[in-house]
């Protein structure tokens, strides 16, 4: 599966020598001058790897990784950046990140960090989130905007689904297949029960609505 790096970089230059050198590798690369769209890309896109620069319009790139992970995003980064003193250094591992290259750098160097960070930290990543629900594979457990959601097997499996398939209608016919191990006998109704029962589990003030009904065709989660 090929995998996706996010580059924050505000010098355009520098910016376009590494999607062309990490594109050559095989990676899909999105770019990004400054960090106001990075969440919503991290949100909507399977990203293995951000690389991200120090020295930012209007933040500093530790600083924002820094409210990213108190956020729960858990994606690896690598600070690409000019700031290189020891205690830059020290402080950009405090701040979240998993690898850290100075500039000036060397091309071949940066692509060995690249695929060994990925390597090393593929496991990490095996997450979904969606706004403020993460999902985390290694232990199978939802958090809502960081506090762990007590489901059943049924509701486990049947958020999970929703979460693949964020903004996609779902019809209760197609949930039934997904979902139910034993869907022979399964009604309609049971499926509006299971939901109801989820949604007061992960949104018990309503305020949110993950969870949408489309009169007569199902629902969609986003």
């Known amino acids: ?3 996706t790096i996010l580059v924050v970089e505000d010098e355009q230059d520098i910016l376009d020598l590494i999607e062309y050198t990490l594109a050559k590798e095989g990676y899909d690369v999105i770019c990004c ?21 120090r020295n930012l319009p209007n933040t500093e790139g530790s600083i924002f990784i820094q409210s990213l992970r108190k956020g729960g995003y858990i994606h690896p980064v690598i600070y690409l950046t000019a700031k290189d003193k020891d205690e830059d250094i ?20 940066l692509k060995s960090r690249v695929k060994a960070v ?4 593929s496991k990490d990543i095996e997450q979904l989130k969606v706004r403020d629900i993460l999902y985390t594979a290694s232990n199978k457990k939802f958090t809502v905007d960081a506090k762990e959601v007590m489901l059943t097997h049924l509701e486990h ?18 949930l039934i297949d997904n979902v139910w191990e034993d869907y022979s006998d399964v009604k309609p109704k049971t499926v509006n029960v299971a939901i109801k029962r989820l949604k007061e589990k992960i949104d018990p003030y309503g305020k949110k609505e993950y969870i949408k009904s489309v009169r007569g065709e199902g629902y969609i989660f986003g």
């Open 157 to 174: 499996d049947l958020l999970l689904e929703f979460i693949k398939n964020k903004d996609i209608l779902l019809s209760r016919d197609t």
């Open 118 to 121: 990925i390597k090393r930290t």
């Open 1 to 3: 599966m090929q995998k």
């Open 33 to 53: 001058l400054d960090t106001s769209n990075v969440q919503d890309i991290l949100d909507e896109e399977n990203i293995s790897l951000i690389l991200m620069d």
């Open 90 to 109: 020290i402080e950009g591992f405090d701040r979240g990140c998993d690898d850290y290259i100075t500039k000036p750098f060397n091309l071949n160097i």
